[in-house]
């Protein structure tokens, strides 16, 4: 029996030591993870429940030249509320005012907030939803709430902010001022992306219940650094000229898409830009940069060329005799026909491009340079017309001008060539040419930029860049302005004549979808054009107007469909005496854009329940503010507001529309 209790003692001692070795090696398992990978385990925890929130930077601004915004970035903001992190016995005093408070700003009633907000204290939410796409007076509003009054960690209040992008003119010149977001990069905003992004900035966030995150502090970890701003060489009020102006013909002739360019003759800027195309409801808006990407067969336009060419080679001179017949012409096995019934007969050179024979145009150049025609063609090249411009802007469309060796030479290539058939230029590239003759000879880069700055001082600028400096001589310029002056006062253009105002140009009419000759009879297309400048004298700016497809029962000549465009913009620049105020307000008014901004950020950081005074704020501000508390805004005009429907102090009613008219 002795023997037996001896026995179990032993056995309870061998397991009461296998035990203690087991809980000593436990504890020395613990005490090692604790302090020799504790900071390993550590950081896989933190990984886990903390993470760096990206805080995006502001975009820059881009504005017109005259300091006029014309895409910025608008904050807005979602907000959340931590239920469990409040007090209590704040909580039991506040919720209900609270409640009434988020009824009057955001609607539902009193009794269904009060119970959301119950709810998601009793659930232990802490990111509850309460609202999103706030501007920033809402926010400021909703912030001194109570109980959101005391913040983040003894209200609960939980702000994030977001940037959209906004366009104050709407969708006027939308290709060219761009965009940089998921639809690619286009324009202006896609071209200085670099100068406009900034750099972003860190927020440290904590995980929390069912997978959501909330900021740890007020503070961030990095602050984001803001892109700087872009002043283009855009003109609002050309540019609203412009975009009008070809809209209406768009419409009236029912015509498949167009496009407007208007450029400072000595400068290259670029003061209006327009490209219009009609969608399946039947209306214009700006779906390609036509002016910059589309190159298409020129026509008529390109005769000028033709006749720089044959001028500077001494082929022939302005008083060259060329005979057009009747007409109809045949050459090479085709026939070359000229608009008119019964031609021109023998007609001089000069008055060939002024009357735009095409006959004329295939037989001097094709009698003068068809035994060599690489001399013709080389010297196109000597002009930079078969370079590209090298825009900033992405989606530049290549010219086209094939030389003997290209594989769609052919005997009939030189005379097509002659008249604007068998190659391709863009719009742009054709105002180019155009823009030097006006410019006597000097040729000039288009340019969309004048400078970079950031916090309103300057940062880089875009000067005058010169393409060509003579691509002929001064004689051949002076008689080729004198000869489009008179196709303007007796030629194609002679329905554009005006005796308050001179202009000087070449229409251009070119067929499109042509290459089944008995097809396009049944149902016929063309391009039609007008490239000039104006004044004649000592031009000030160039001009192009392109429209594709016009309704022909309507009309499709160059002179009747977009000849009236170039004409609206040149009278309406010269009545409204743009040219003085271009000249004398070279250098936006950053000043005044600044105490714009400051009058909008008082304001906005009232608590507003009448309506607010916003005559003399630029429109960007007025309509930004108004919006925001809760106003519907309809405008007319550009720049600054000068009157509004709704008087100053008359009670606030969200939903009104506020009509404000600007100057």
Not at 339 to 363: D, M
Request: proline content about 3%.
């Amino acid at each position: 029996m002795a023997t037996t209790k001896k026995s179990i003692l032993n056995k309870l001692y061998v397991v009461f030591v296998i035990i203690t070795l087991f809980l000593v090696a436990i504890i020395f398992q613990l005490t090692d993870i604790q302090f020799s990978e504790g900071e390993k385990y550590r950081h896989i925890s933190e990984q886990l429940t903390l993470r760096n929130d990206t805080i995006y930077a502001n975009r820059g601004s881009v504005f017109s030249e005259d300091g006029s915004l014309l895409a910025t970035s608008m904050s807005q903001y979602e907000i959340r509320m931590d239920a469990v992190t409040v007090a209590g016995e704040v909580f039991e005093k506040n919720v209900r005012a609270l409640s009434q408070e988020l009824s009057k700003m955001l609607g539902n009633s009193v009794s269904h907030w009060e119970r959301k907000i119950r709810k998601a204290r009793n659930s232990k939410n802490r990111y509850l939803f309460i609202a999103r796409k706030l501007g920033y007076t809402e926010y400021i509003k909703i912030k001194s709430f109570p109980i959101f009054n005391l913040g983040m960690y003894k209200g609960g209040f939980i702000a994030k902010q977001s940037t959209v992008r906004a366009h104050p003119l709407g969708k006027v010149a939308e290709r060219t001022i761009g965009y940089d977001d998921y639809r690619g990069a286009p324009g202006i905003e896609g071209a200085y992306r670099k100068y406009l992004k900034g750099k972003n900035g860190l927020r440290l966030e904590q995980k929390i219940a069912k997978g959501q995150w909330k900021p740890i502090n007020d503070r961030n970890e990095k602050e984001p650094v803001n892109g700087k701003d872009i002043v283009t060489t855009l003109n609002v009020n050309i540019q609203d000229i412009a975009h009008h102006s070809l809209l209406r013909q768009l419409e009236y002739y029912e015509a498949e898409h167009g496009c407007v360019v208007v450029m400072e003759t000595e400068t290259g800027e670029i003061k209006a830009i327009s490209n219009l195309g009609r969608g399946s409801n039947g209306k214009y808006y700006e779906k390609r940069n036509y002016a910059v990407y589309e190159s298409h067969e020129p026509g008529s336009a390109f005769k000028l060329m033709s006749m720089v060419v044959a001028l500077e080679t001494g082929a022939i001179d302005t008083s060259t005799v060329v005979d057009t017949g009747n007409g109809r012409y045949r050459m090479h096995g085709r026939y070359i026909n000229d608009s008119k019934r019964g031609g021109y007969g023998k007609i001089t050179a000069a008055r060939a491009l002024e009357v735009s024979s095409n006959i004329a145009f295939a037989r001097l150049i094709d009698e003068n340079f068809g035994e060599h025609p690489e001399k013709f063609i080389n010297a196109l090249y000597k002009m930079n017309l078969n370079d590209k411009l090298g825009l900033p802007i992405k989606g530049e469309g290549e010219p086209l001008i094939p030389n003997p060796d290209h594989e769609i030479w052919s005997k009939n290539a030189l005379p097509s060539i002659a008249y604007g058939y068998n190659l391709k230029l863009t719009p742009l590239q054709t105002l180019t040419f155009y823009n030097a003759i006006a410019n006597n000879g000097e040729m000039v880069k288009p340019r969309f930029v004048k400078e970079i700055r950031s916090w309103n001082k300057h940062v880089e600028s875009f000067g005058k860049e010169v393409i060509n400096n003579a691509i002929c001589s001064k004689e051949t310029v002076a008689k080729i302005q004198e000869v489009l002056k008179n196709v303007v006062s007796r030629g194609t253009g002679r329905k554009l004549y005006s005796e308050d105002f001179s202009m000087a140009g070449k229409t251009g009419t070119a067929r499109v979808k042509y290459g089944n000759y008995q097809e396009w009879l049944k149902d016929k297309k063309y391009i039609s054009s007008f490239t000039g400048y104006f004044p004649a004298e000592n031009p000030k700016y160039s001009c192009i107007v392109v429209i594709h497809e016009p309704n022909t029962k309507t009309g499709f000549y160059g002179a009747d469909v977009s000849g009236p465009v170039f004409k609206d913009i040149a009278q309406k620049i010269y009545t409204t005496n743009h040219i003085i105020n271009e000249i004398e307000n070279k250098t936006p008014d950053f000043e005044n854009v600044k105490n714009d901004f400051e009058k909008y950020y008082a304001i906005s950081n009232k608590e507003i329940k009448s309506i607010p005074n916003v005559k003399g704020m630029a429109a960007m501000d007025a309509i930004s503010l108004l919006e925001n508390l809760g106003l519907k805004v309809r405008f007319s005009g550009n720049g600054k507001v000068v009157s509004q429907s709704l008087n100053e102090g008359a009670k606030l009613v969200k939903g009104a529309t506020i009509n404000i008219k600007l100057s």
